[in-house]
C-alpha cells in the first residue's frame, strides 16, 4: 500500500470504539448501517484572520457512510468540510486548532504530507472542473503521479474502472481521447468523481456537487454517492435539504459557525431535537 | 412557533388546521344533534342531520385534497409534515363519525313510528352525551395543541364502553321481558354500538395528536373496562 501513513501501525481502526459526540445508530436504522468513525473532528475552530469561522466542533464521521452537513449560507458547513483534507492550508491567513483524526491519526501532524492526505480524501466541488486534458488523461493523471500503476495496460485498467465506478464509462468509451470540458456539466461532475477515485481515496468529499446540475443529473449523481457509499465515507455539503434527506444516512446541522445538532438524517428529518434545526429544515428561518 | 419564510406556506398549513376544525364542529354538532332526534322523537333533525352528513363527506374530501396538495408542492418535513398527515386522519376519523351519527338518526326516525320507549332513549342520550363530550375535548385539544388534554380523553375510553355494556345489558333484559320490544330495542343496540365507536374515534383523534405534536407513535394499552369484574358478565357482548 502507498497511502499508509495515517494508517495505525497495527491496522485496527483505533477510533472505532464509543464516542460521546455521536451516539450509535438507533436499531430502526438497521436498513442503513452506518460505519464505525472513520474521521473523528474534536474542538476544531477555523479562523480566517481575526473572523472565527468555525466554533469548537467534535463531530465523528463514519466509515461507508453518506454524511450530509447543512445549514444557511456562512454557517461553516464548507469550512468545516475542507479542514477535512487540510484545504485551508492555502489559505495564508487561516489557522485551524482542535483536532482531526483519520483512522486515529491526526492529519495535521507535522509529519502528514498534505498532498499524499489529499489522494487519500478526495474532493468534487460545487462546478466541475475536469482538467483542460482529454478524458483518459484526466482519470490517469492522478494514478500517474502517484505512481500507482506500473505499465500502460494497468494505468488503461484503472482508467475504465473508475469511469464505469462514476458511472460515465458507456457514455464516454469511445471518445477517451477527446476533451473532458467537452462533455456535458453532469458527465464532467461524473469524471472529476472519477479522477477522485482514481487514486483509490478513502474518503470523498463533496462541495454541494449538484448545484449546477439539471434534475436528472443531479439524480445520476445522487445515485452514483449511494453506490460509493458501500466502499467510501463520504461527506457532502449541500443547500438542497431534500437532497441531504435523500443520499444520507447522518445529518449534522451548523449554523453560525457551530454545530447545532447531529443524528440520524431520518431523525434529523422527522423529529429533530434542537429547535434551530427544526426551523431550518422546516423552512422557518429567520 | 416561529413564522414560514414562505408566507403562504404557513398560511395553507393553518388553513388546513382550520378546516380540520370546522369540520369537527360540525362532525361533534351532528352526533348532538342525532343523539337529540332519538331523545326528543325529534323527526324533522333526525332528517336535517341525514341530510348534513353530505357536507362532512365534501369536507374530508376537500382536507384531503389540499393536504396532498400541500405535501406534492412544499414537501413538507417534521413537524410540518405531521401536521398534514394529521388533518388527513382526523378528517377520515370525523368522517366516519358523521355516519355513525347519521345511522343514529336514520334509527331515530324508524323508531319515531312506534311506541316511545322513555327510559331505554334516556340511556341512549346519556351515553350520547358522555360521547359528545369525549369529542368535545379532543377537538378542543386538537385546536389548541394539548397533549395532555388529548391524553386525558385516551385515558377515560373505558368510561364509553362501561356505558355500552350497562346499556347492552339493559336492552337484553327489556327484550327478555318483551319481545315485542326486539325491533325497537335491536335499534336502540345498534345506536349504542354506534356511539361506542364515535368514542373510538375519539381516542383515535387523541392519538394522532399525541403524534403530531410530539412526533413519537402512541404506544400504550387503552384502559378497558373488563366485562368479567362486572356484575352479570356472563351476558356482556365482550
Redesign the interface.
Known sequence: MKFNILRAPDGTESSAGASPVMAAPTAAHAASPVGPTKIQARDVSVFYGDKQALYEVSLDIPDKTVTALIGPSGCGKSTFLRTMNRMNDTISHCRVTGRIEMDGEDINARTVDPVLLRARVGMVFQKPNPFPKTIYENVAYGPRIHGLASSKAELDATVEASLKRAGLWEEVADRLHSPGTGLSGGQQQRLVIARAIAVEPEVILMDEPCSALDPIATAKIEELIDELRERYCIVIVTHS??QA?RVSQRTAFFHLGRLVETGDTEEI????RERRT??Y?????? | MNQHTVKAYGDELNQLTAEVARMGGLAEAQVADAVDSVARRDVALARAVVERDARLDAMHRDIEKKAIRLIALRQPVASDLRRALASMKLAVDLERTGDLAKNIAKRALILAEGEPMQPLTRSIERMGKLVSMRLRDVLDAYAAAEVDRAMAVWNTDDEVDEHYNSLFRELLTYMMGDPRTITACTHLLFMAKNLERIGDHATNIAETIYYEITGQEFIGERPRWNPDDAPGADIGPN
Open positions: 435539504m431534500a434527506a428529518f422527522t423529529n429533530p427544526l426551523d429544515i422546516t423552512g422557518r428561518f429567520g
